[in-house]
């Protein structure tokens, strides 16, 4: 089996790449380094290309020497706060296009990554089939990268896979920096005996999602029927609620900090993946909770 993964230098590409070389023949990671960084892919034992994607005529055969029968497409633009919308868009958006003709010359099978910043501020629990409703450039890109899937599996026969992640915490996500998960930051304050700095009042919720269980989905995905998935738990865990599983996790005692949120527009209040399609359709539930999603990350960082 000859897998290509996109974005490979990154958090979830990185633990792909990790977790899949032991079932492929070839593996190769793209990444242009832009984010990522090359300590992610420490016990690596494939080829890494580097490259922008994204740029126009991009002459896949130049760096690879395998047709790969699936492509993993994680590489994209991340940060949801950056300032140029039309550099955001242009780079998701004909990275995206770039991988499809890829897939379409060599039969692969594209399994990318969504976000469930497609659903916006849309209701709760949110199903495959709610409106979407993006709320920036980031999350405008994610929803035109799935109107793409749609139109070439329809009009070239091809199998695509999106995968709307929720909040995907876990090893290799440090060097994101302030864009790393909430976990990651609070656990961090929390280590230096600080007070966890979390928005007023804490009662807000996510779907936090181990990223062993964001890999599981993905190989999932490999057997599943082209069309978009949750990627969730299907479980809301309040920012309080990290901060009480991080005080027990580490065996601290600190109160919460609660400061104002300066980005009401867009913030995503709540969110909460319905997943019941994924557990239909791709046989996937994640196996994490937030305690032992936590408890096991922590262990990896050295925090325990
Ligand atoms: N981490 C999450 O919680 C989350 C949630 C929803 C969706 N996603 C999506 O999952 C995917 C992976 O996310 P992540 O957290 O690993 O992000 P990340 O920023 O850690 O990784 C993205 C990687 O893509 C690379 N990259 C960016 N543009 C590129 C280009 N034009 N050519 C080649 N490489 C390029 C970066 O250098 C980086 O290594 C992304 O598409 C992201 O939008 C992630």
Not at 105 to 119: C, D, E, G, P, R
Not at 139 to 146: G, P, Q
Not at 265 to 278: P, R
Request: charged share 25%; proline share 3%.
């Amino acid at each position: 089996m000859d897998i290509l993964i996109t974005g490979g230098a990154g958090f979830i590409g990185s633990n792909l790449a990790l977790y899949l070389q032991k079932m492929a023949d070839n593996i190769t990671v793209v990444d242009d380094f832009s984010k990522g960084v090359y300590k992610n892919l420490e016990g690596f034992e494939g080829d890494v290309v580097v490259a922008d994607i994204s740029k126009e005529n991009m002459d896949w055969e130049h760096y690879l020497d395998f047709e790969p029968d699936y492509i993993f497409h994680e590489a994209s633009n991340t940060d949801t706060t950056y300032p140029d919308d039309k550099e955001m868009l242009r780079s998701n958006i004909e990275g995206f296009r770039n991988v499809l003709e890829l897939a379409i010359n060599s039969q692969a099978k594209v399994i990318y990554a969504s976000s469930a910043s497609v659903y916006g501020k849309g209701t709760i629990p949110m199903s495959e089939n709610s409106q979407r409703e993006p709320k920036n450039a980031y999350a405008f890109s994610k929803y035109i990268l799935e109107n793409m899937a749609k139109k070439y599996v329809e009009n070239y026969d091809l199998e695509c896979v999106g995968l709307r992640y929720f909040n995907v915490y876990g090893p290799r996500e440090s060097f994101k920096g302030k864009v790393a998960s909430m976990i990651y930051q609070l656990a961090l304050q929390m280590k230096e005996g600080k007070r966890p700095k979390i928005f007023e009042f804490g009662e807000q919720f996510r779907d936090q999602i181990y990223i062993k269980d964001a890999v599981e989905a993905n190989v999932r995905a490999m057997e599943a029927p082209s069309g978009v998935y949750n990627v969730g738990t299907g479980k809301p865990t309040s920012f309080n609620k990290i901060v009480e599983v991080l005080n027990k996790v580490l065996g601290t005692n600190l109160e919460p900090d609660y400061i104002k949120n300066p980005y009401t527009q867009f913030y995503q209040d709540q969110t909460l993946a319905d997943v019941s399609l994924a557990a239909s359709k791709m046989g996937f539930v994640a196996k994490y909770d937030i305690e032992s999603g936590i408890e096991d990350y922590m262990r990896w960082l050295g925090f325990v």
